[in-house]
């Protein structure tokens, strides 16, 4: 596109719909494995192991949100 003499406004169109498509991508496979930790932390009776999945689970989180 930019090779190409695209318009600029374009070129971020297609940008903005490129990031878009990731941020749910990301947003699906947090939620995925969110809803993976918390039923597994529910299905363990050690208190270690269920603080163990929602640390996981929070860690998950930051990463989506600092990017």
């Not at 990731?22 to 993976?36: F, S, Y």
């Not at 269920?50 to 930051?62: C, W």
């Amino acid at each position: 596109m930019v090779d190409g003499d695209a318009d600029c406004i374009e070129i971020l169109t297609q940008v903005a719909a490129v990031t878009h498509a990731l941020e749910a991508a990301a947003l699906m496979l947090v939620d995925q494995h969110l809803r993976d930790c918390l039923q597994r932390g529910a299905a363990t009776t050690l208190a270690d192991e269920q603080t163990e999945q929602v640390e996981q689970a929070l860690r998950a989180v930051e990463r989506l949100l600092r990017t």
